[in-house]
């Protein structure tokens, strides 16, 4: 059965730190899709990262990258120089089935909070 | 590109009465929409899987003649909640995918949060 573990409930951290959001996930697809996004107090969903499965390259981009590491089923998130904007819950994401099915299976989310 | 809405952000109703949710891709056909349901600081669950033209594919658990879905077109797929009660109130969020399904990326609408008094 699919899966999506994020261990971590709330972390908390003083601006400028670096900060690094967990995620693992079970499937047994051989294709699949990983994502990050992010959810401030409005609500609204930001999408910050797609992965495909057959694609393990990390990715940087401004201030988040990405390990993806198939060998222990992670996709983890680090936010590097925090800032207060940043804190919001961010959701990590796995899609299973390709073509019109792909419905997103979310991990619980990680409640960040960037403190001045 | 790939914006998708949702109308009304913010509803308050009474215990009984029936709402209507529509979820709107505004610069894309979406073949595919889904509806997710979050309870407060918990995380966002499936509902069910709405295809254009078709009954919608509703996940375990959701009562599909409480939680009523519409997908007519290709722009537009409605969800209302028949006969709400209070423990109905949650933030409601559809998203849409495009036709190629590339990637299986979803776009997601800005959310509905619905009070039932």
């Known amino acids: 059965a699919q899966k999506v573990t994020q261990a971590q409930t709330e972390i908390s951290v003083v601006e400028k730190e670096d900060v690094t959001l967990d995620c693992v996930y079970e499937t047994r697809d051989t294709t699949y899709y990983l994502f990050w996004y992010k959810q401030p107090p409005s609500g609204e969903l930001v999408f910050l990262i797609r992965r495909n499965s057959f694609d393990e390259q990390n990715e940087i981009s401004g201030r988040y990258s990405w390990n993806f590491q198939k060998s222990t089923s992670s996709f983890n998130f680090t936010i590097t120089a925090s800032q207060v904007v940043d804190s919001a819950v961010y959701f990590c994401?796995?899609?299973?089935?390709?073509?019109?099915?792909?419905?997103?299976?979310f991990g619980k989310g990680t409640k960040l909070s960037v403190k001045p | 590109g790939a914006v998708v809405s949702q109308h009304p952000s913010r509803v308050i109703c009474k215990s009984g009465t029936s709402v209507k949710i529509e979820c709107r891709s505004l610069d894309f056909q979406a073949t595919t929409m889904f509806w997710y349901r979050q309870f407060p600081k918990q995380s966002l669950m499936l509902m069910a899987t709405?295809?254009?033209?078709?009954?919608?594919?509703?996940e375990q658990g959701v009562e599909k003649d409480k939680f009523l879905i519409n997908h007519a077109s290709l722009t537009l797929s409605t969800l209302t909640v028949t006969s709400a009660h209070p423990e109905d109130s949650s933030f409601y969020i559809c998203?849409?995918?495009?036709?190629?399904?590339?990637?299986?990326?979803?776009?997601f609408g800005p959310g509905t949060r619905l009070t039932v008094l």
């Open positions: 998203s849409a995918m495009t036709p190629s399904g590339s990637n299986n990326e979803q776009f």
């Open positions: 994401a796995l899609s299973e089935r390709g073509g019109s099915q792909g419905n997103l299976i």
């Open positions: 709405s295809n254009e033209g078709s009954k919608a594919t509703y």
